[in-house]
């Protein structure tokens, strides 16, 4: 195999793990709008074996696709696992968090812990639970693999279409400001939606 087929062949790769990596992003985007439903690997297979594996369809027409299916077909909604109640999420998230940090954290601390998340809303502990699932895997990288990601000039991020400026404007708290910045990597995309709604 010559260099240019090599080339074509990473290039295609690259085109669908960039597919694969936005379609990921658009099925928690929309999970976080229903805080009913679990964000756990079950569900996302759940969604792409209903829309027959189509990453791309899932991309180009996130929300308005996932919406239809879940206002419209029963059958989607029996599918997906979702969460009893609340309190039910708030105890998971906490679990979660508290494993994380089990690695040389002492007892005392993980006990302060846990009791704080109690007054934490579901999605600050969603946060928090991201955040740290993201160190450890950072963790868990080697020195040549973070100098890598360093160098890497990262791609200009924008908030989901489905997000309006009206949404921001009348829906959103504090915890989902400070989310999208950081998931976003400032709040240049936020305020650039807010301008594009005036």
């Known amino acids: 195999m010559g260099f240019k087929q090599t080339q074509q062949q990473l290039d295609k790769l690259a085109e669908l793990h960039e597919i694969a990596a936005n379609a990921a992003t658009e099925v928690k985007v929309w999970i976080g709008r229903h805080p009913e439903v679990k964000d756990i690997h079950a569900n996302y297979s759940v969604i792409y074996s209903y829309f027959n594996g189509d990453l ?3 991309d180009a ?3 308005g ?3 239809s299916a879940w206002n419209n077909h029963p059958m989607f909604r029996e599918m997906l696992a979702l969460w009893p109640n609340e309190d039910d999420e708030k105890a998971a998230l906490s679990d979660k968090i508290i494993e994380l940090m089990r ?3 002492s007892p005392q601390t993980l006990v302060a812990e846990k009791a704080k998340h109690k007054y934490m809303s579901v999605v600050a ?4 639970a991201e955040t740290m699932a993201e160190r450890s895997e950072l963790r868990k990288k080697s020195t040549a693999e973070l100098r890598a990601m360093l160098q890497k000039p990262e791609p200009e991020q924008e908030l989901p279409r489905e997000i309006s400026a009206a949404q921001i404007k009348r829906m959103w708290t504090p915890e989902n400001f400070r989310f999208w910045a950081k998931k976003l990597g400032s709040m240049e995309p936020i305020n650039r939606r807010l301008r594009e709604g005036n």
């Open 125 to 128: 502990l969603r946060i928090t």
């Open 61 to 63: 027409d996130p929300g």
């Open 56 to 58: 791309e369809f899932i």
């Open 65 to 67: 696709s996932l919406d």
């Open 103 to 105: 690695p040389g954290t």
